[in-house]
């Protein structure tokens, strides 16, 4: 908070400094200085992209947004079917998310692809935590495979979408094992847990990746 105090002096704002530091100082636990001050630029840009004459919380929110998911890329045109596919999938994470006891609050959902390589991503609240028990870790996995639960309901089919949700929402808890296209199409996704241990499925059998 006290970063963003500093940065936020130097900047025109709608209200108070204090009431924009505790907000996004709760949206951004972890962010380098550097990243904090990217916000703060970024806010100040898009203010005077749209016209306005002092940086609004919603100049905020699209700072956030594009420092942690990348802009849009209007470039990546989507056909309705893989639309359909991304909307599907990112609702799934949204109410995987919405259902747990300890998973983070959904902000935000998109379909609009990002720069990062996401086709779409779900924006949360997150918690100034590093660490978390087995209940914790397990639910914060189950809303990474939210997606594909949804794939699998709605299409009974699963697309590579699940590698974007693996990589780009939650990569702390859960990635792909190859970080390329290969998945176990039966039973247990095996996933890296904080990019070191291989987990089956299980809490009893896991290992160092050498």
């Known amino acids: 908070r006290e970063i963003f105090e500093q940065h936020l002096k130097s900047l025109k704002l709608t209200q108070s400094s204090t009431f924009y530091s505790q907000r996004l ?46 802009t849009a890329k209007k470039s990546k045109i989507l ?16 109410l995987v998310g919405w259902m747990l006891e300890h998973t983070e609050a959904v902000m935000k959902v998109s379909i609009a692809p990002r720069t990062n390589a996401a086709l779409g991503f779900a924006q949360m609240l997150p918690r100034d935590q590093h660490l978390f028990t087995k209940e914790q870790l397990f639910e914060r996995m189950c809303m990474a495979l939210g997606g594909r639960a949804s794939e699998a309901l709605s299409f009974n089919k699963v697309t590579s979408a699940l590698l974007c949700a693996c990589s780009a929402e939650d990569p702390s808890v859960l990635t792909p094992p190859s ?20 987990w089956d499925g299980t809490w009893h059998r896991a290992h160092l990746l050498p």
């Open 179 to 198: 970080r390329g296209t290969g998945r176990p199409e039966e039973g247990h996704p095996h996933c890296l847990l904080h990019g070191e241990a291989v």
């Open 25 to 70: 100082a709760e949206l951004t636990p972890g962010f380098s200085g550097a990243d904090i001050a990217n916000i703060c630029n970024e806010a100040a840009l898009h203010a005077a992209r749209e016209g306005h004459t002092s940086v609004h919380t919603l100049n905020f929110e699209y700072a956030v947004e594009r420092v942690l998911a990348g």
């Open 79 to 94: 056909s309705k079917e893989e639309q359909k596919v991304v909307a599907f999938h990112e609702s799934g994470h949204a």
